[in-house]
């Protein structure tokens, strides 16, 4: 692989590895994209304020989450169709995150099944992020399955109740369903790459990459003109279904996408183990605030009661720690993780990884932090204690 030392590198190289649709349904945001500009603005607005002298030589990222005890406080998030970046991607995905010893979540439209990521990652801690299907008996029926695989923790997304608008998808003529356009045959052909190493690997093995959890009775292939009404997104989604799927799910319940306090005493109230402060990346309403501003009134009012996670818009290993000074318990990386897949398949996701404990380590060496329960007491700026 070529020198990638940073998140920009790894970027650059999926930008040249990428047919340019599926690069942009990655890599942006939505309508005027001030969503992602307010993301990155909140974490660079963030200083840590360091401890010297502690006479400590070496930090520990170990962390304990939801009374596991794991690598570094990192989580793969949830990203759908990360089959496309890499024949195969989820289950890279699993290895690479298994390797480091963190868990890896499983998006609902992930392109590969829980099982099949089951067989070719046996070791990797997976979790499970669900969107709801309207259709409630098949979406119980999706939760025996991954509860089969041995997923621990289920997300349920609550922040995407419709799709967002996203108008460079549109004039990529990239969205389920696929609309092959003239402009983007060519944009395929400009990426043999990812045309022989991705498409034609999938065609001439499994056929069109499909969304790899749907029923088989509604199973769509990514060019089809419609996907079935039963597995549409529940676009009315109530507390009445949190507190259902507290009673079907046996293993932790996170729910992923809450911003505002009264909410996070709601998820503490139906019973849910966890929630994620998260803006979708940037992805899903472009006037939302940045969790940064956010975490510090939910954990002044659910810490210990909750296990908060963060996530949007980390580059950087200094971002993670930004969040977790913050409060956060964990962080989830998005972006990051795809980029190295596009970059190097599975060990390009391993290096990723890689870097953001480096960084982190590099960081907390500076702060005098050498535990990461020693970092959640970091001071920032806009928090000073
Ligand atoms: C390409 C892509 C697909 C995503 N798909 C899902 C998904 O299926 N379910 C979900 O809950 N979140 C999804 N997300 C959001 C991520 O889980 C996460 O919240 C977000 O990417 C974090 O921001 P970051 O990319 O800046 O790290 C997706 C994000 C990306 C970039």
């Known amino acids: ?67 596991r005890r794991i690598a570094a406080p990192l989580i793969v998030a949830p990203t759908a169709l990360a089959g496309l970046v890499s024949h195969d991607g989820e289950t890279k995905l699993a290895r690479a995150a298994s390797r480091i010893g963190i868990p890896v979540c499983i998006s609902t439209q992930s ?26 008996a098949l979406t119980a029926r999706l939760l025996e399955r991954a509860s089969a695989c041995g997923c621990d923790n289920l997300l349920v997304t609550v922040d995407t109740p419709v799709s967002p608008n996203r108008e460079y998808n549109e004039r990529n003529g990239f969205g389920i ?38 029923p088989e009775a509604f199973r769509t292939a990514i060019t089809r003109a419609d996907i079935a ?14 507190r259902w799927l507290r009673e079907i799910w046996p293993g932790k319940l996170t729910i992923k996408g ?25 992805r899903n309403l472009d006037c939302l605030p940045p ?11 659910v810490k ?3 296990t908060i996670l963060a996530d949007s818009g980390v580059r950087r290993g200094t971002d993670v720690l930004k969040y977790l000074a913050l409060g956060a318990e964990a962080v989830l990386l998005g972006r990051l993780p795809l980029w190295g897949l596009a970059a190097g398949g599975e060990q390009g996701a391993e290096a990723v990884l890689r ?31």
């Open 1 to 67: 692989m070529p020198m990638l030392l940073n998140a920009s590198d790894y970027r650059s190289r999926a930008r040249q590895f990428l047919p340019r649709g599926l690069f942009e349904y990655i890599d942006r945001g939505s309508e005027d994209e001030t969503a992602l500009a307010r993301l990155r603005g909140s974490l660079d607005a963030i200083t840590l304020l360091p401890a010297v002298l502690t006479g400590r030589d070496r930090c520990d990222l170990d962390t304990v989450l939801f009374g």
């Open 177 to 214: 369903p696929f609309k092959p356009r003239l402009r983007s045959m060519i944009d395929v052909a400009l990426h043999p790459g990812w045309l022989f190493g991705v498409l034609a690997h999938y065609l001439m093995g499994e056929g069109v990459p499909t969304y790899g959890h749907y």
């Open 304 to 306: 210990g009661r909750l």
């Open 355 to 385: 870097m953001v404990l480096r960084e982190m380590e590099t960081g907390m060496a500076f702060l005098g932090a050498h535990c990461v329960p020693a970092l959640r007491n970091g001071r920032t700026s806009e928090q000073p204690n």
């Open 111 to 136: 392109v590969t099944s829980i099982e099949a990521i089951r067989r070719g990652a046996p070791d990797a801690l997976l979790w499970f992020q669900l969107y709801v299907w309207r259709d409630r």
């Open 291 to 301: 969790p940064a501003d956010c975490i510090p009134a939910i954990v002044a009012a």
């Open 229 to 242: 009404e039963a597995v549409r997104i529940e676009p009315h989604l109530s507390w009445d279904d949190m």
């Open 258 to 282: 809450v911003l505002a306090v009264d909410d996070a005493e709601r998820a503490a109230g139906i019973g849910a183990d966890g929630i994620v402060v998260s803006v979708h990346g940037g």
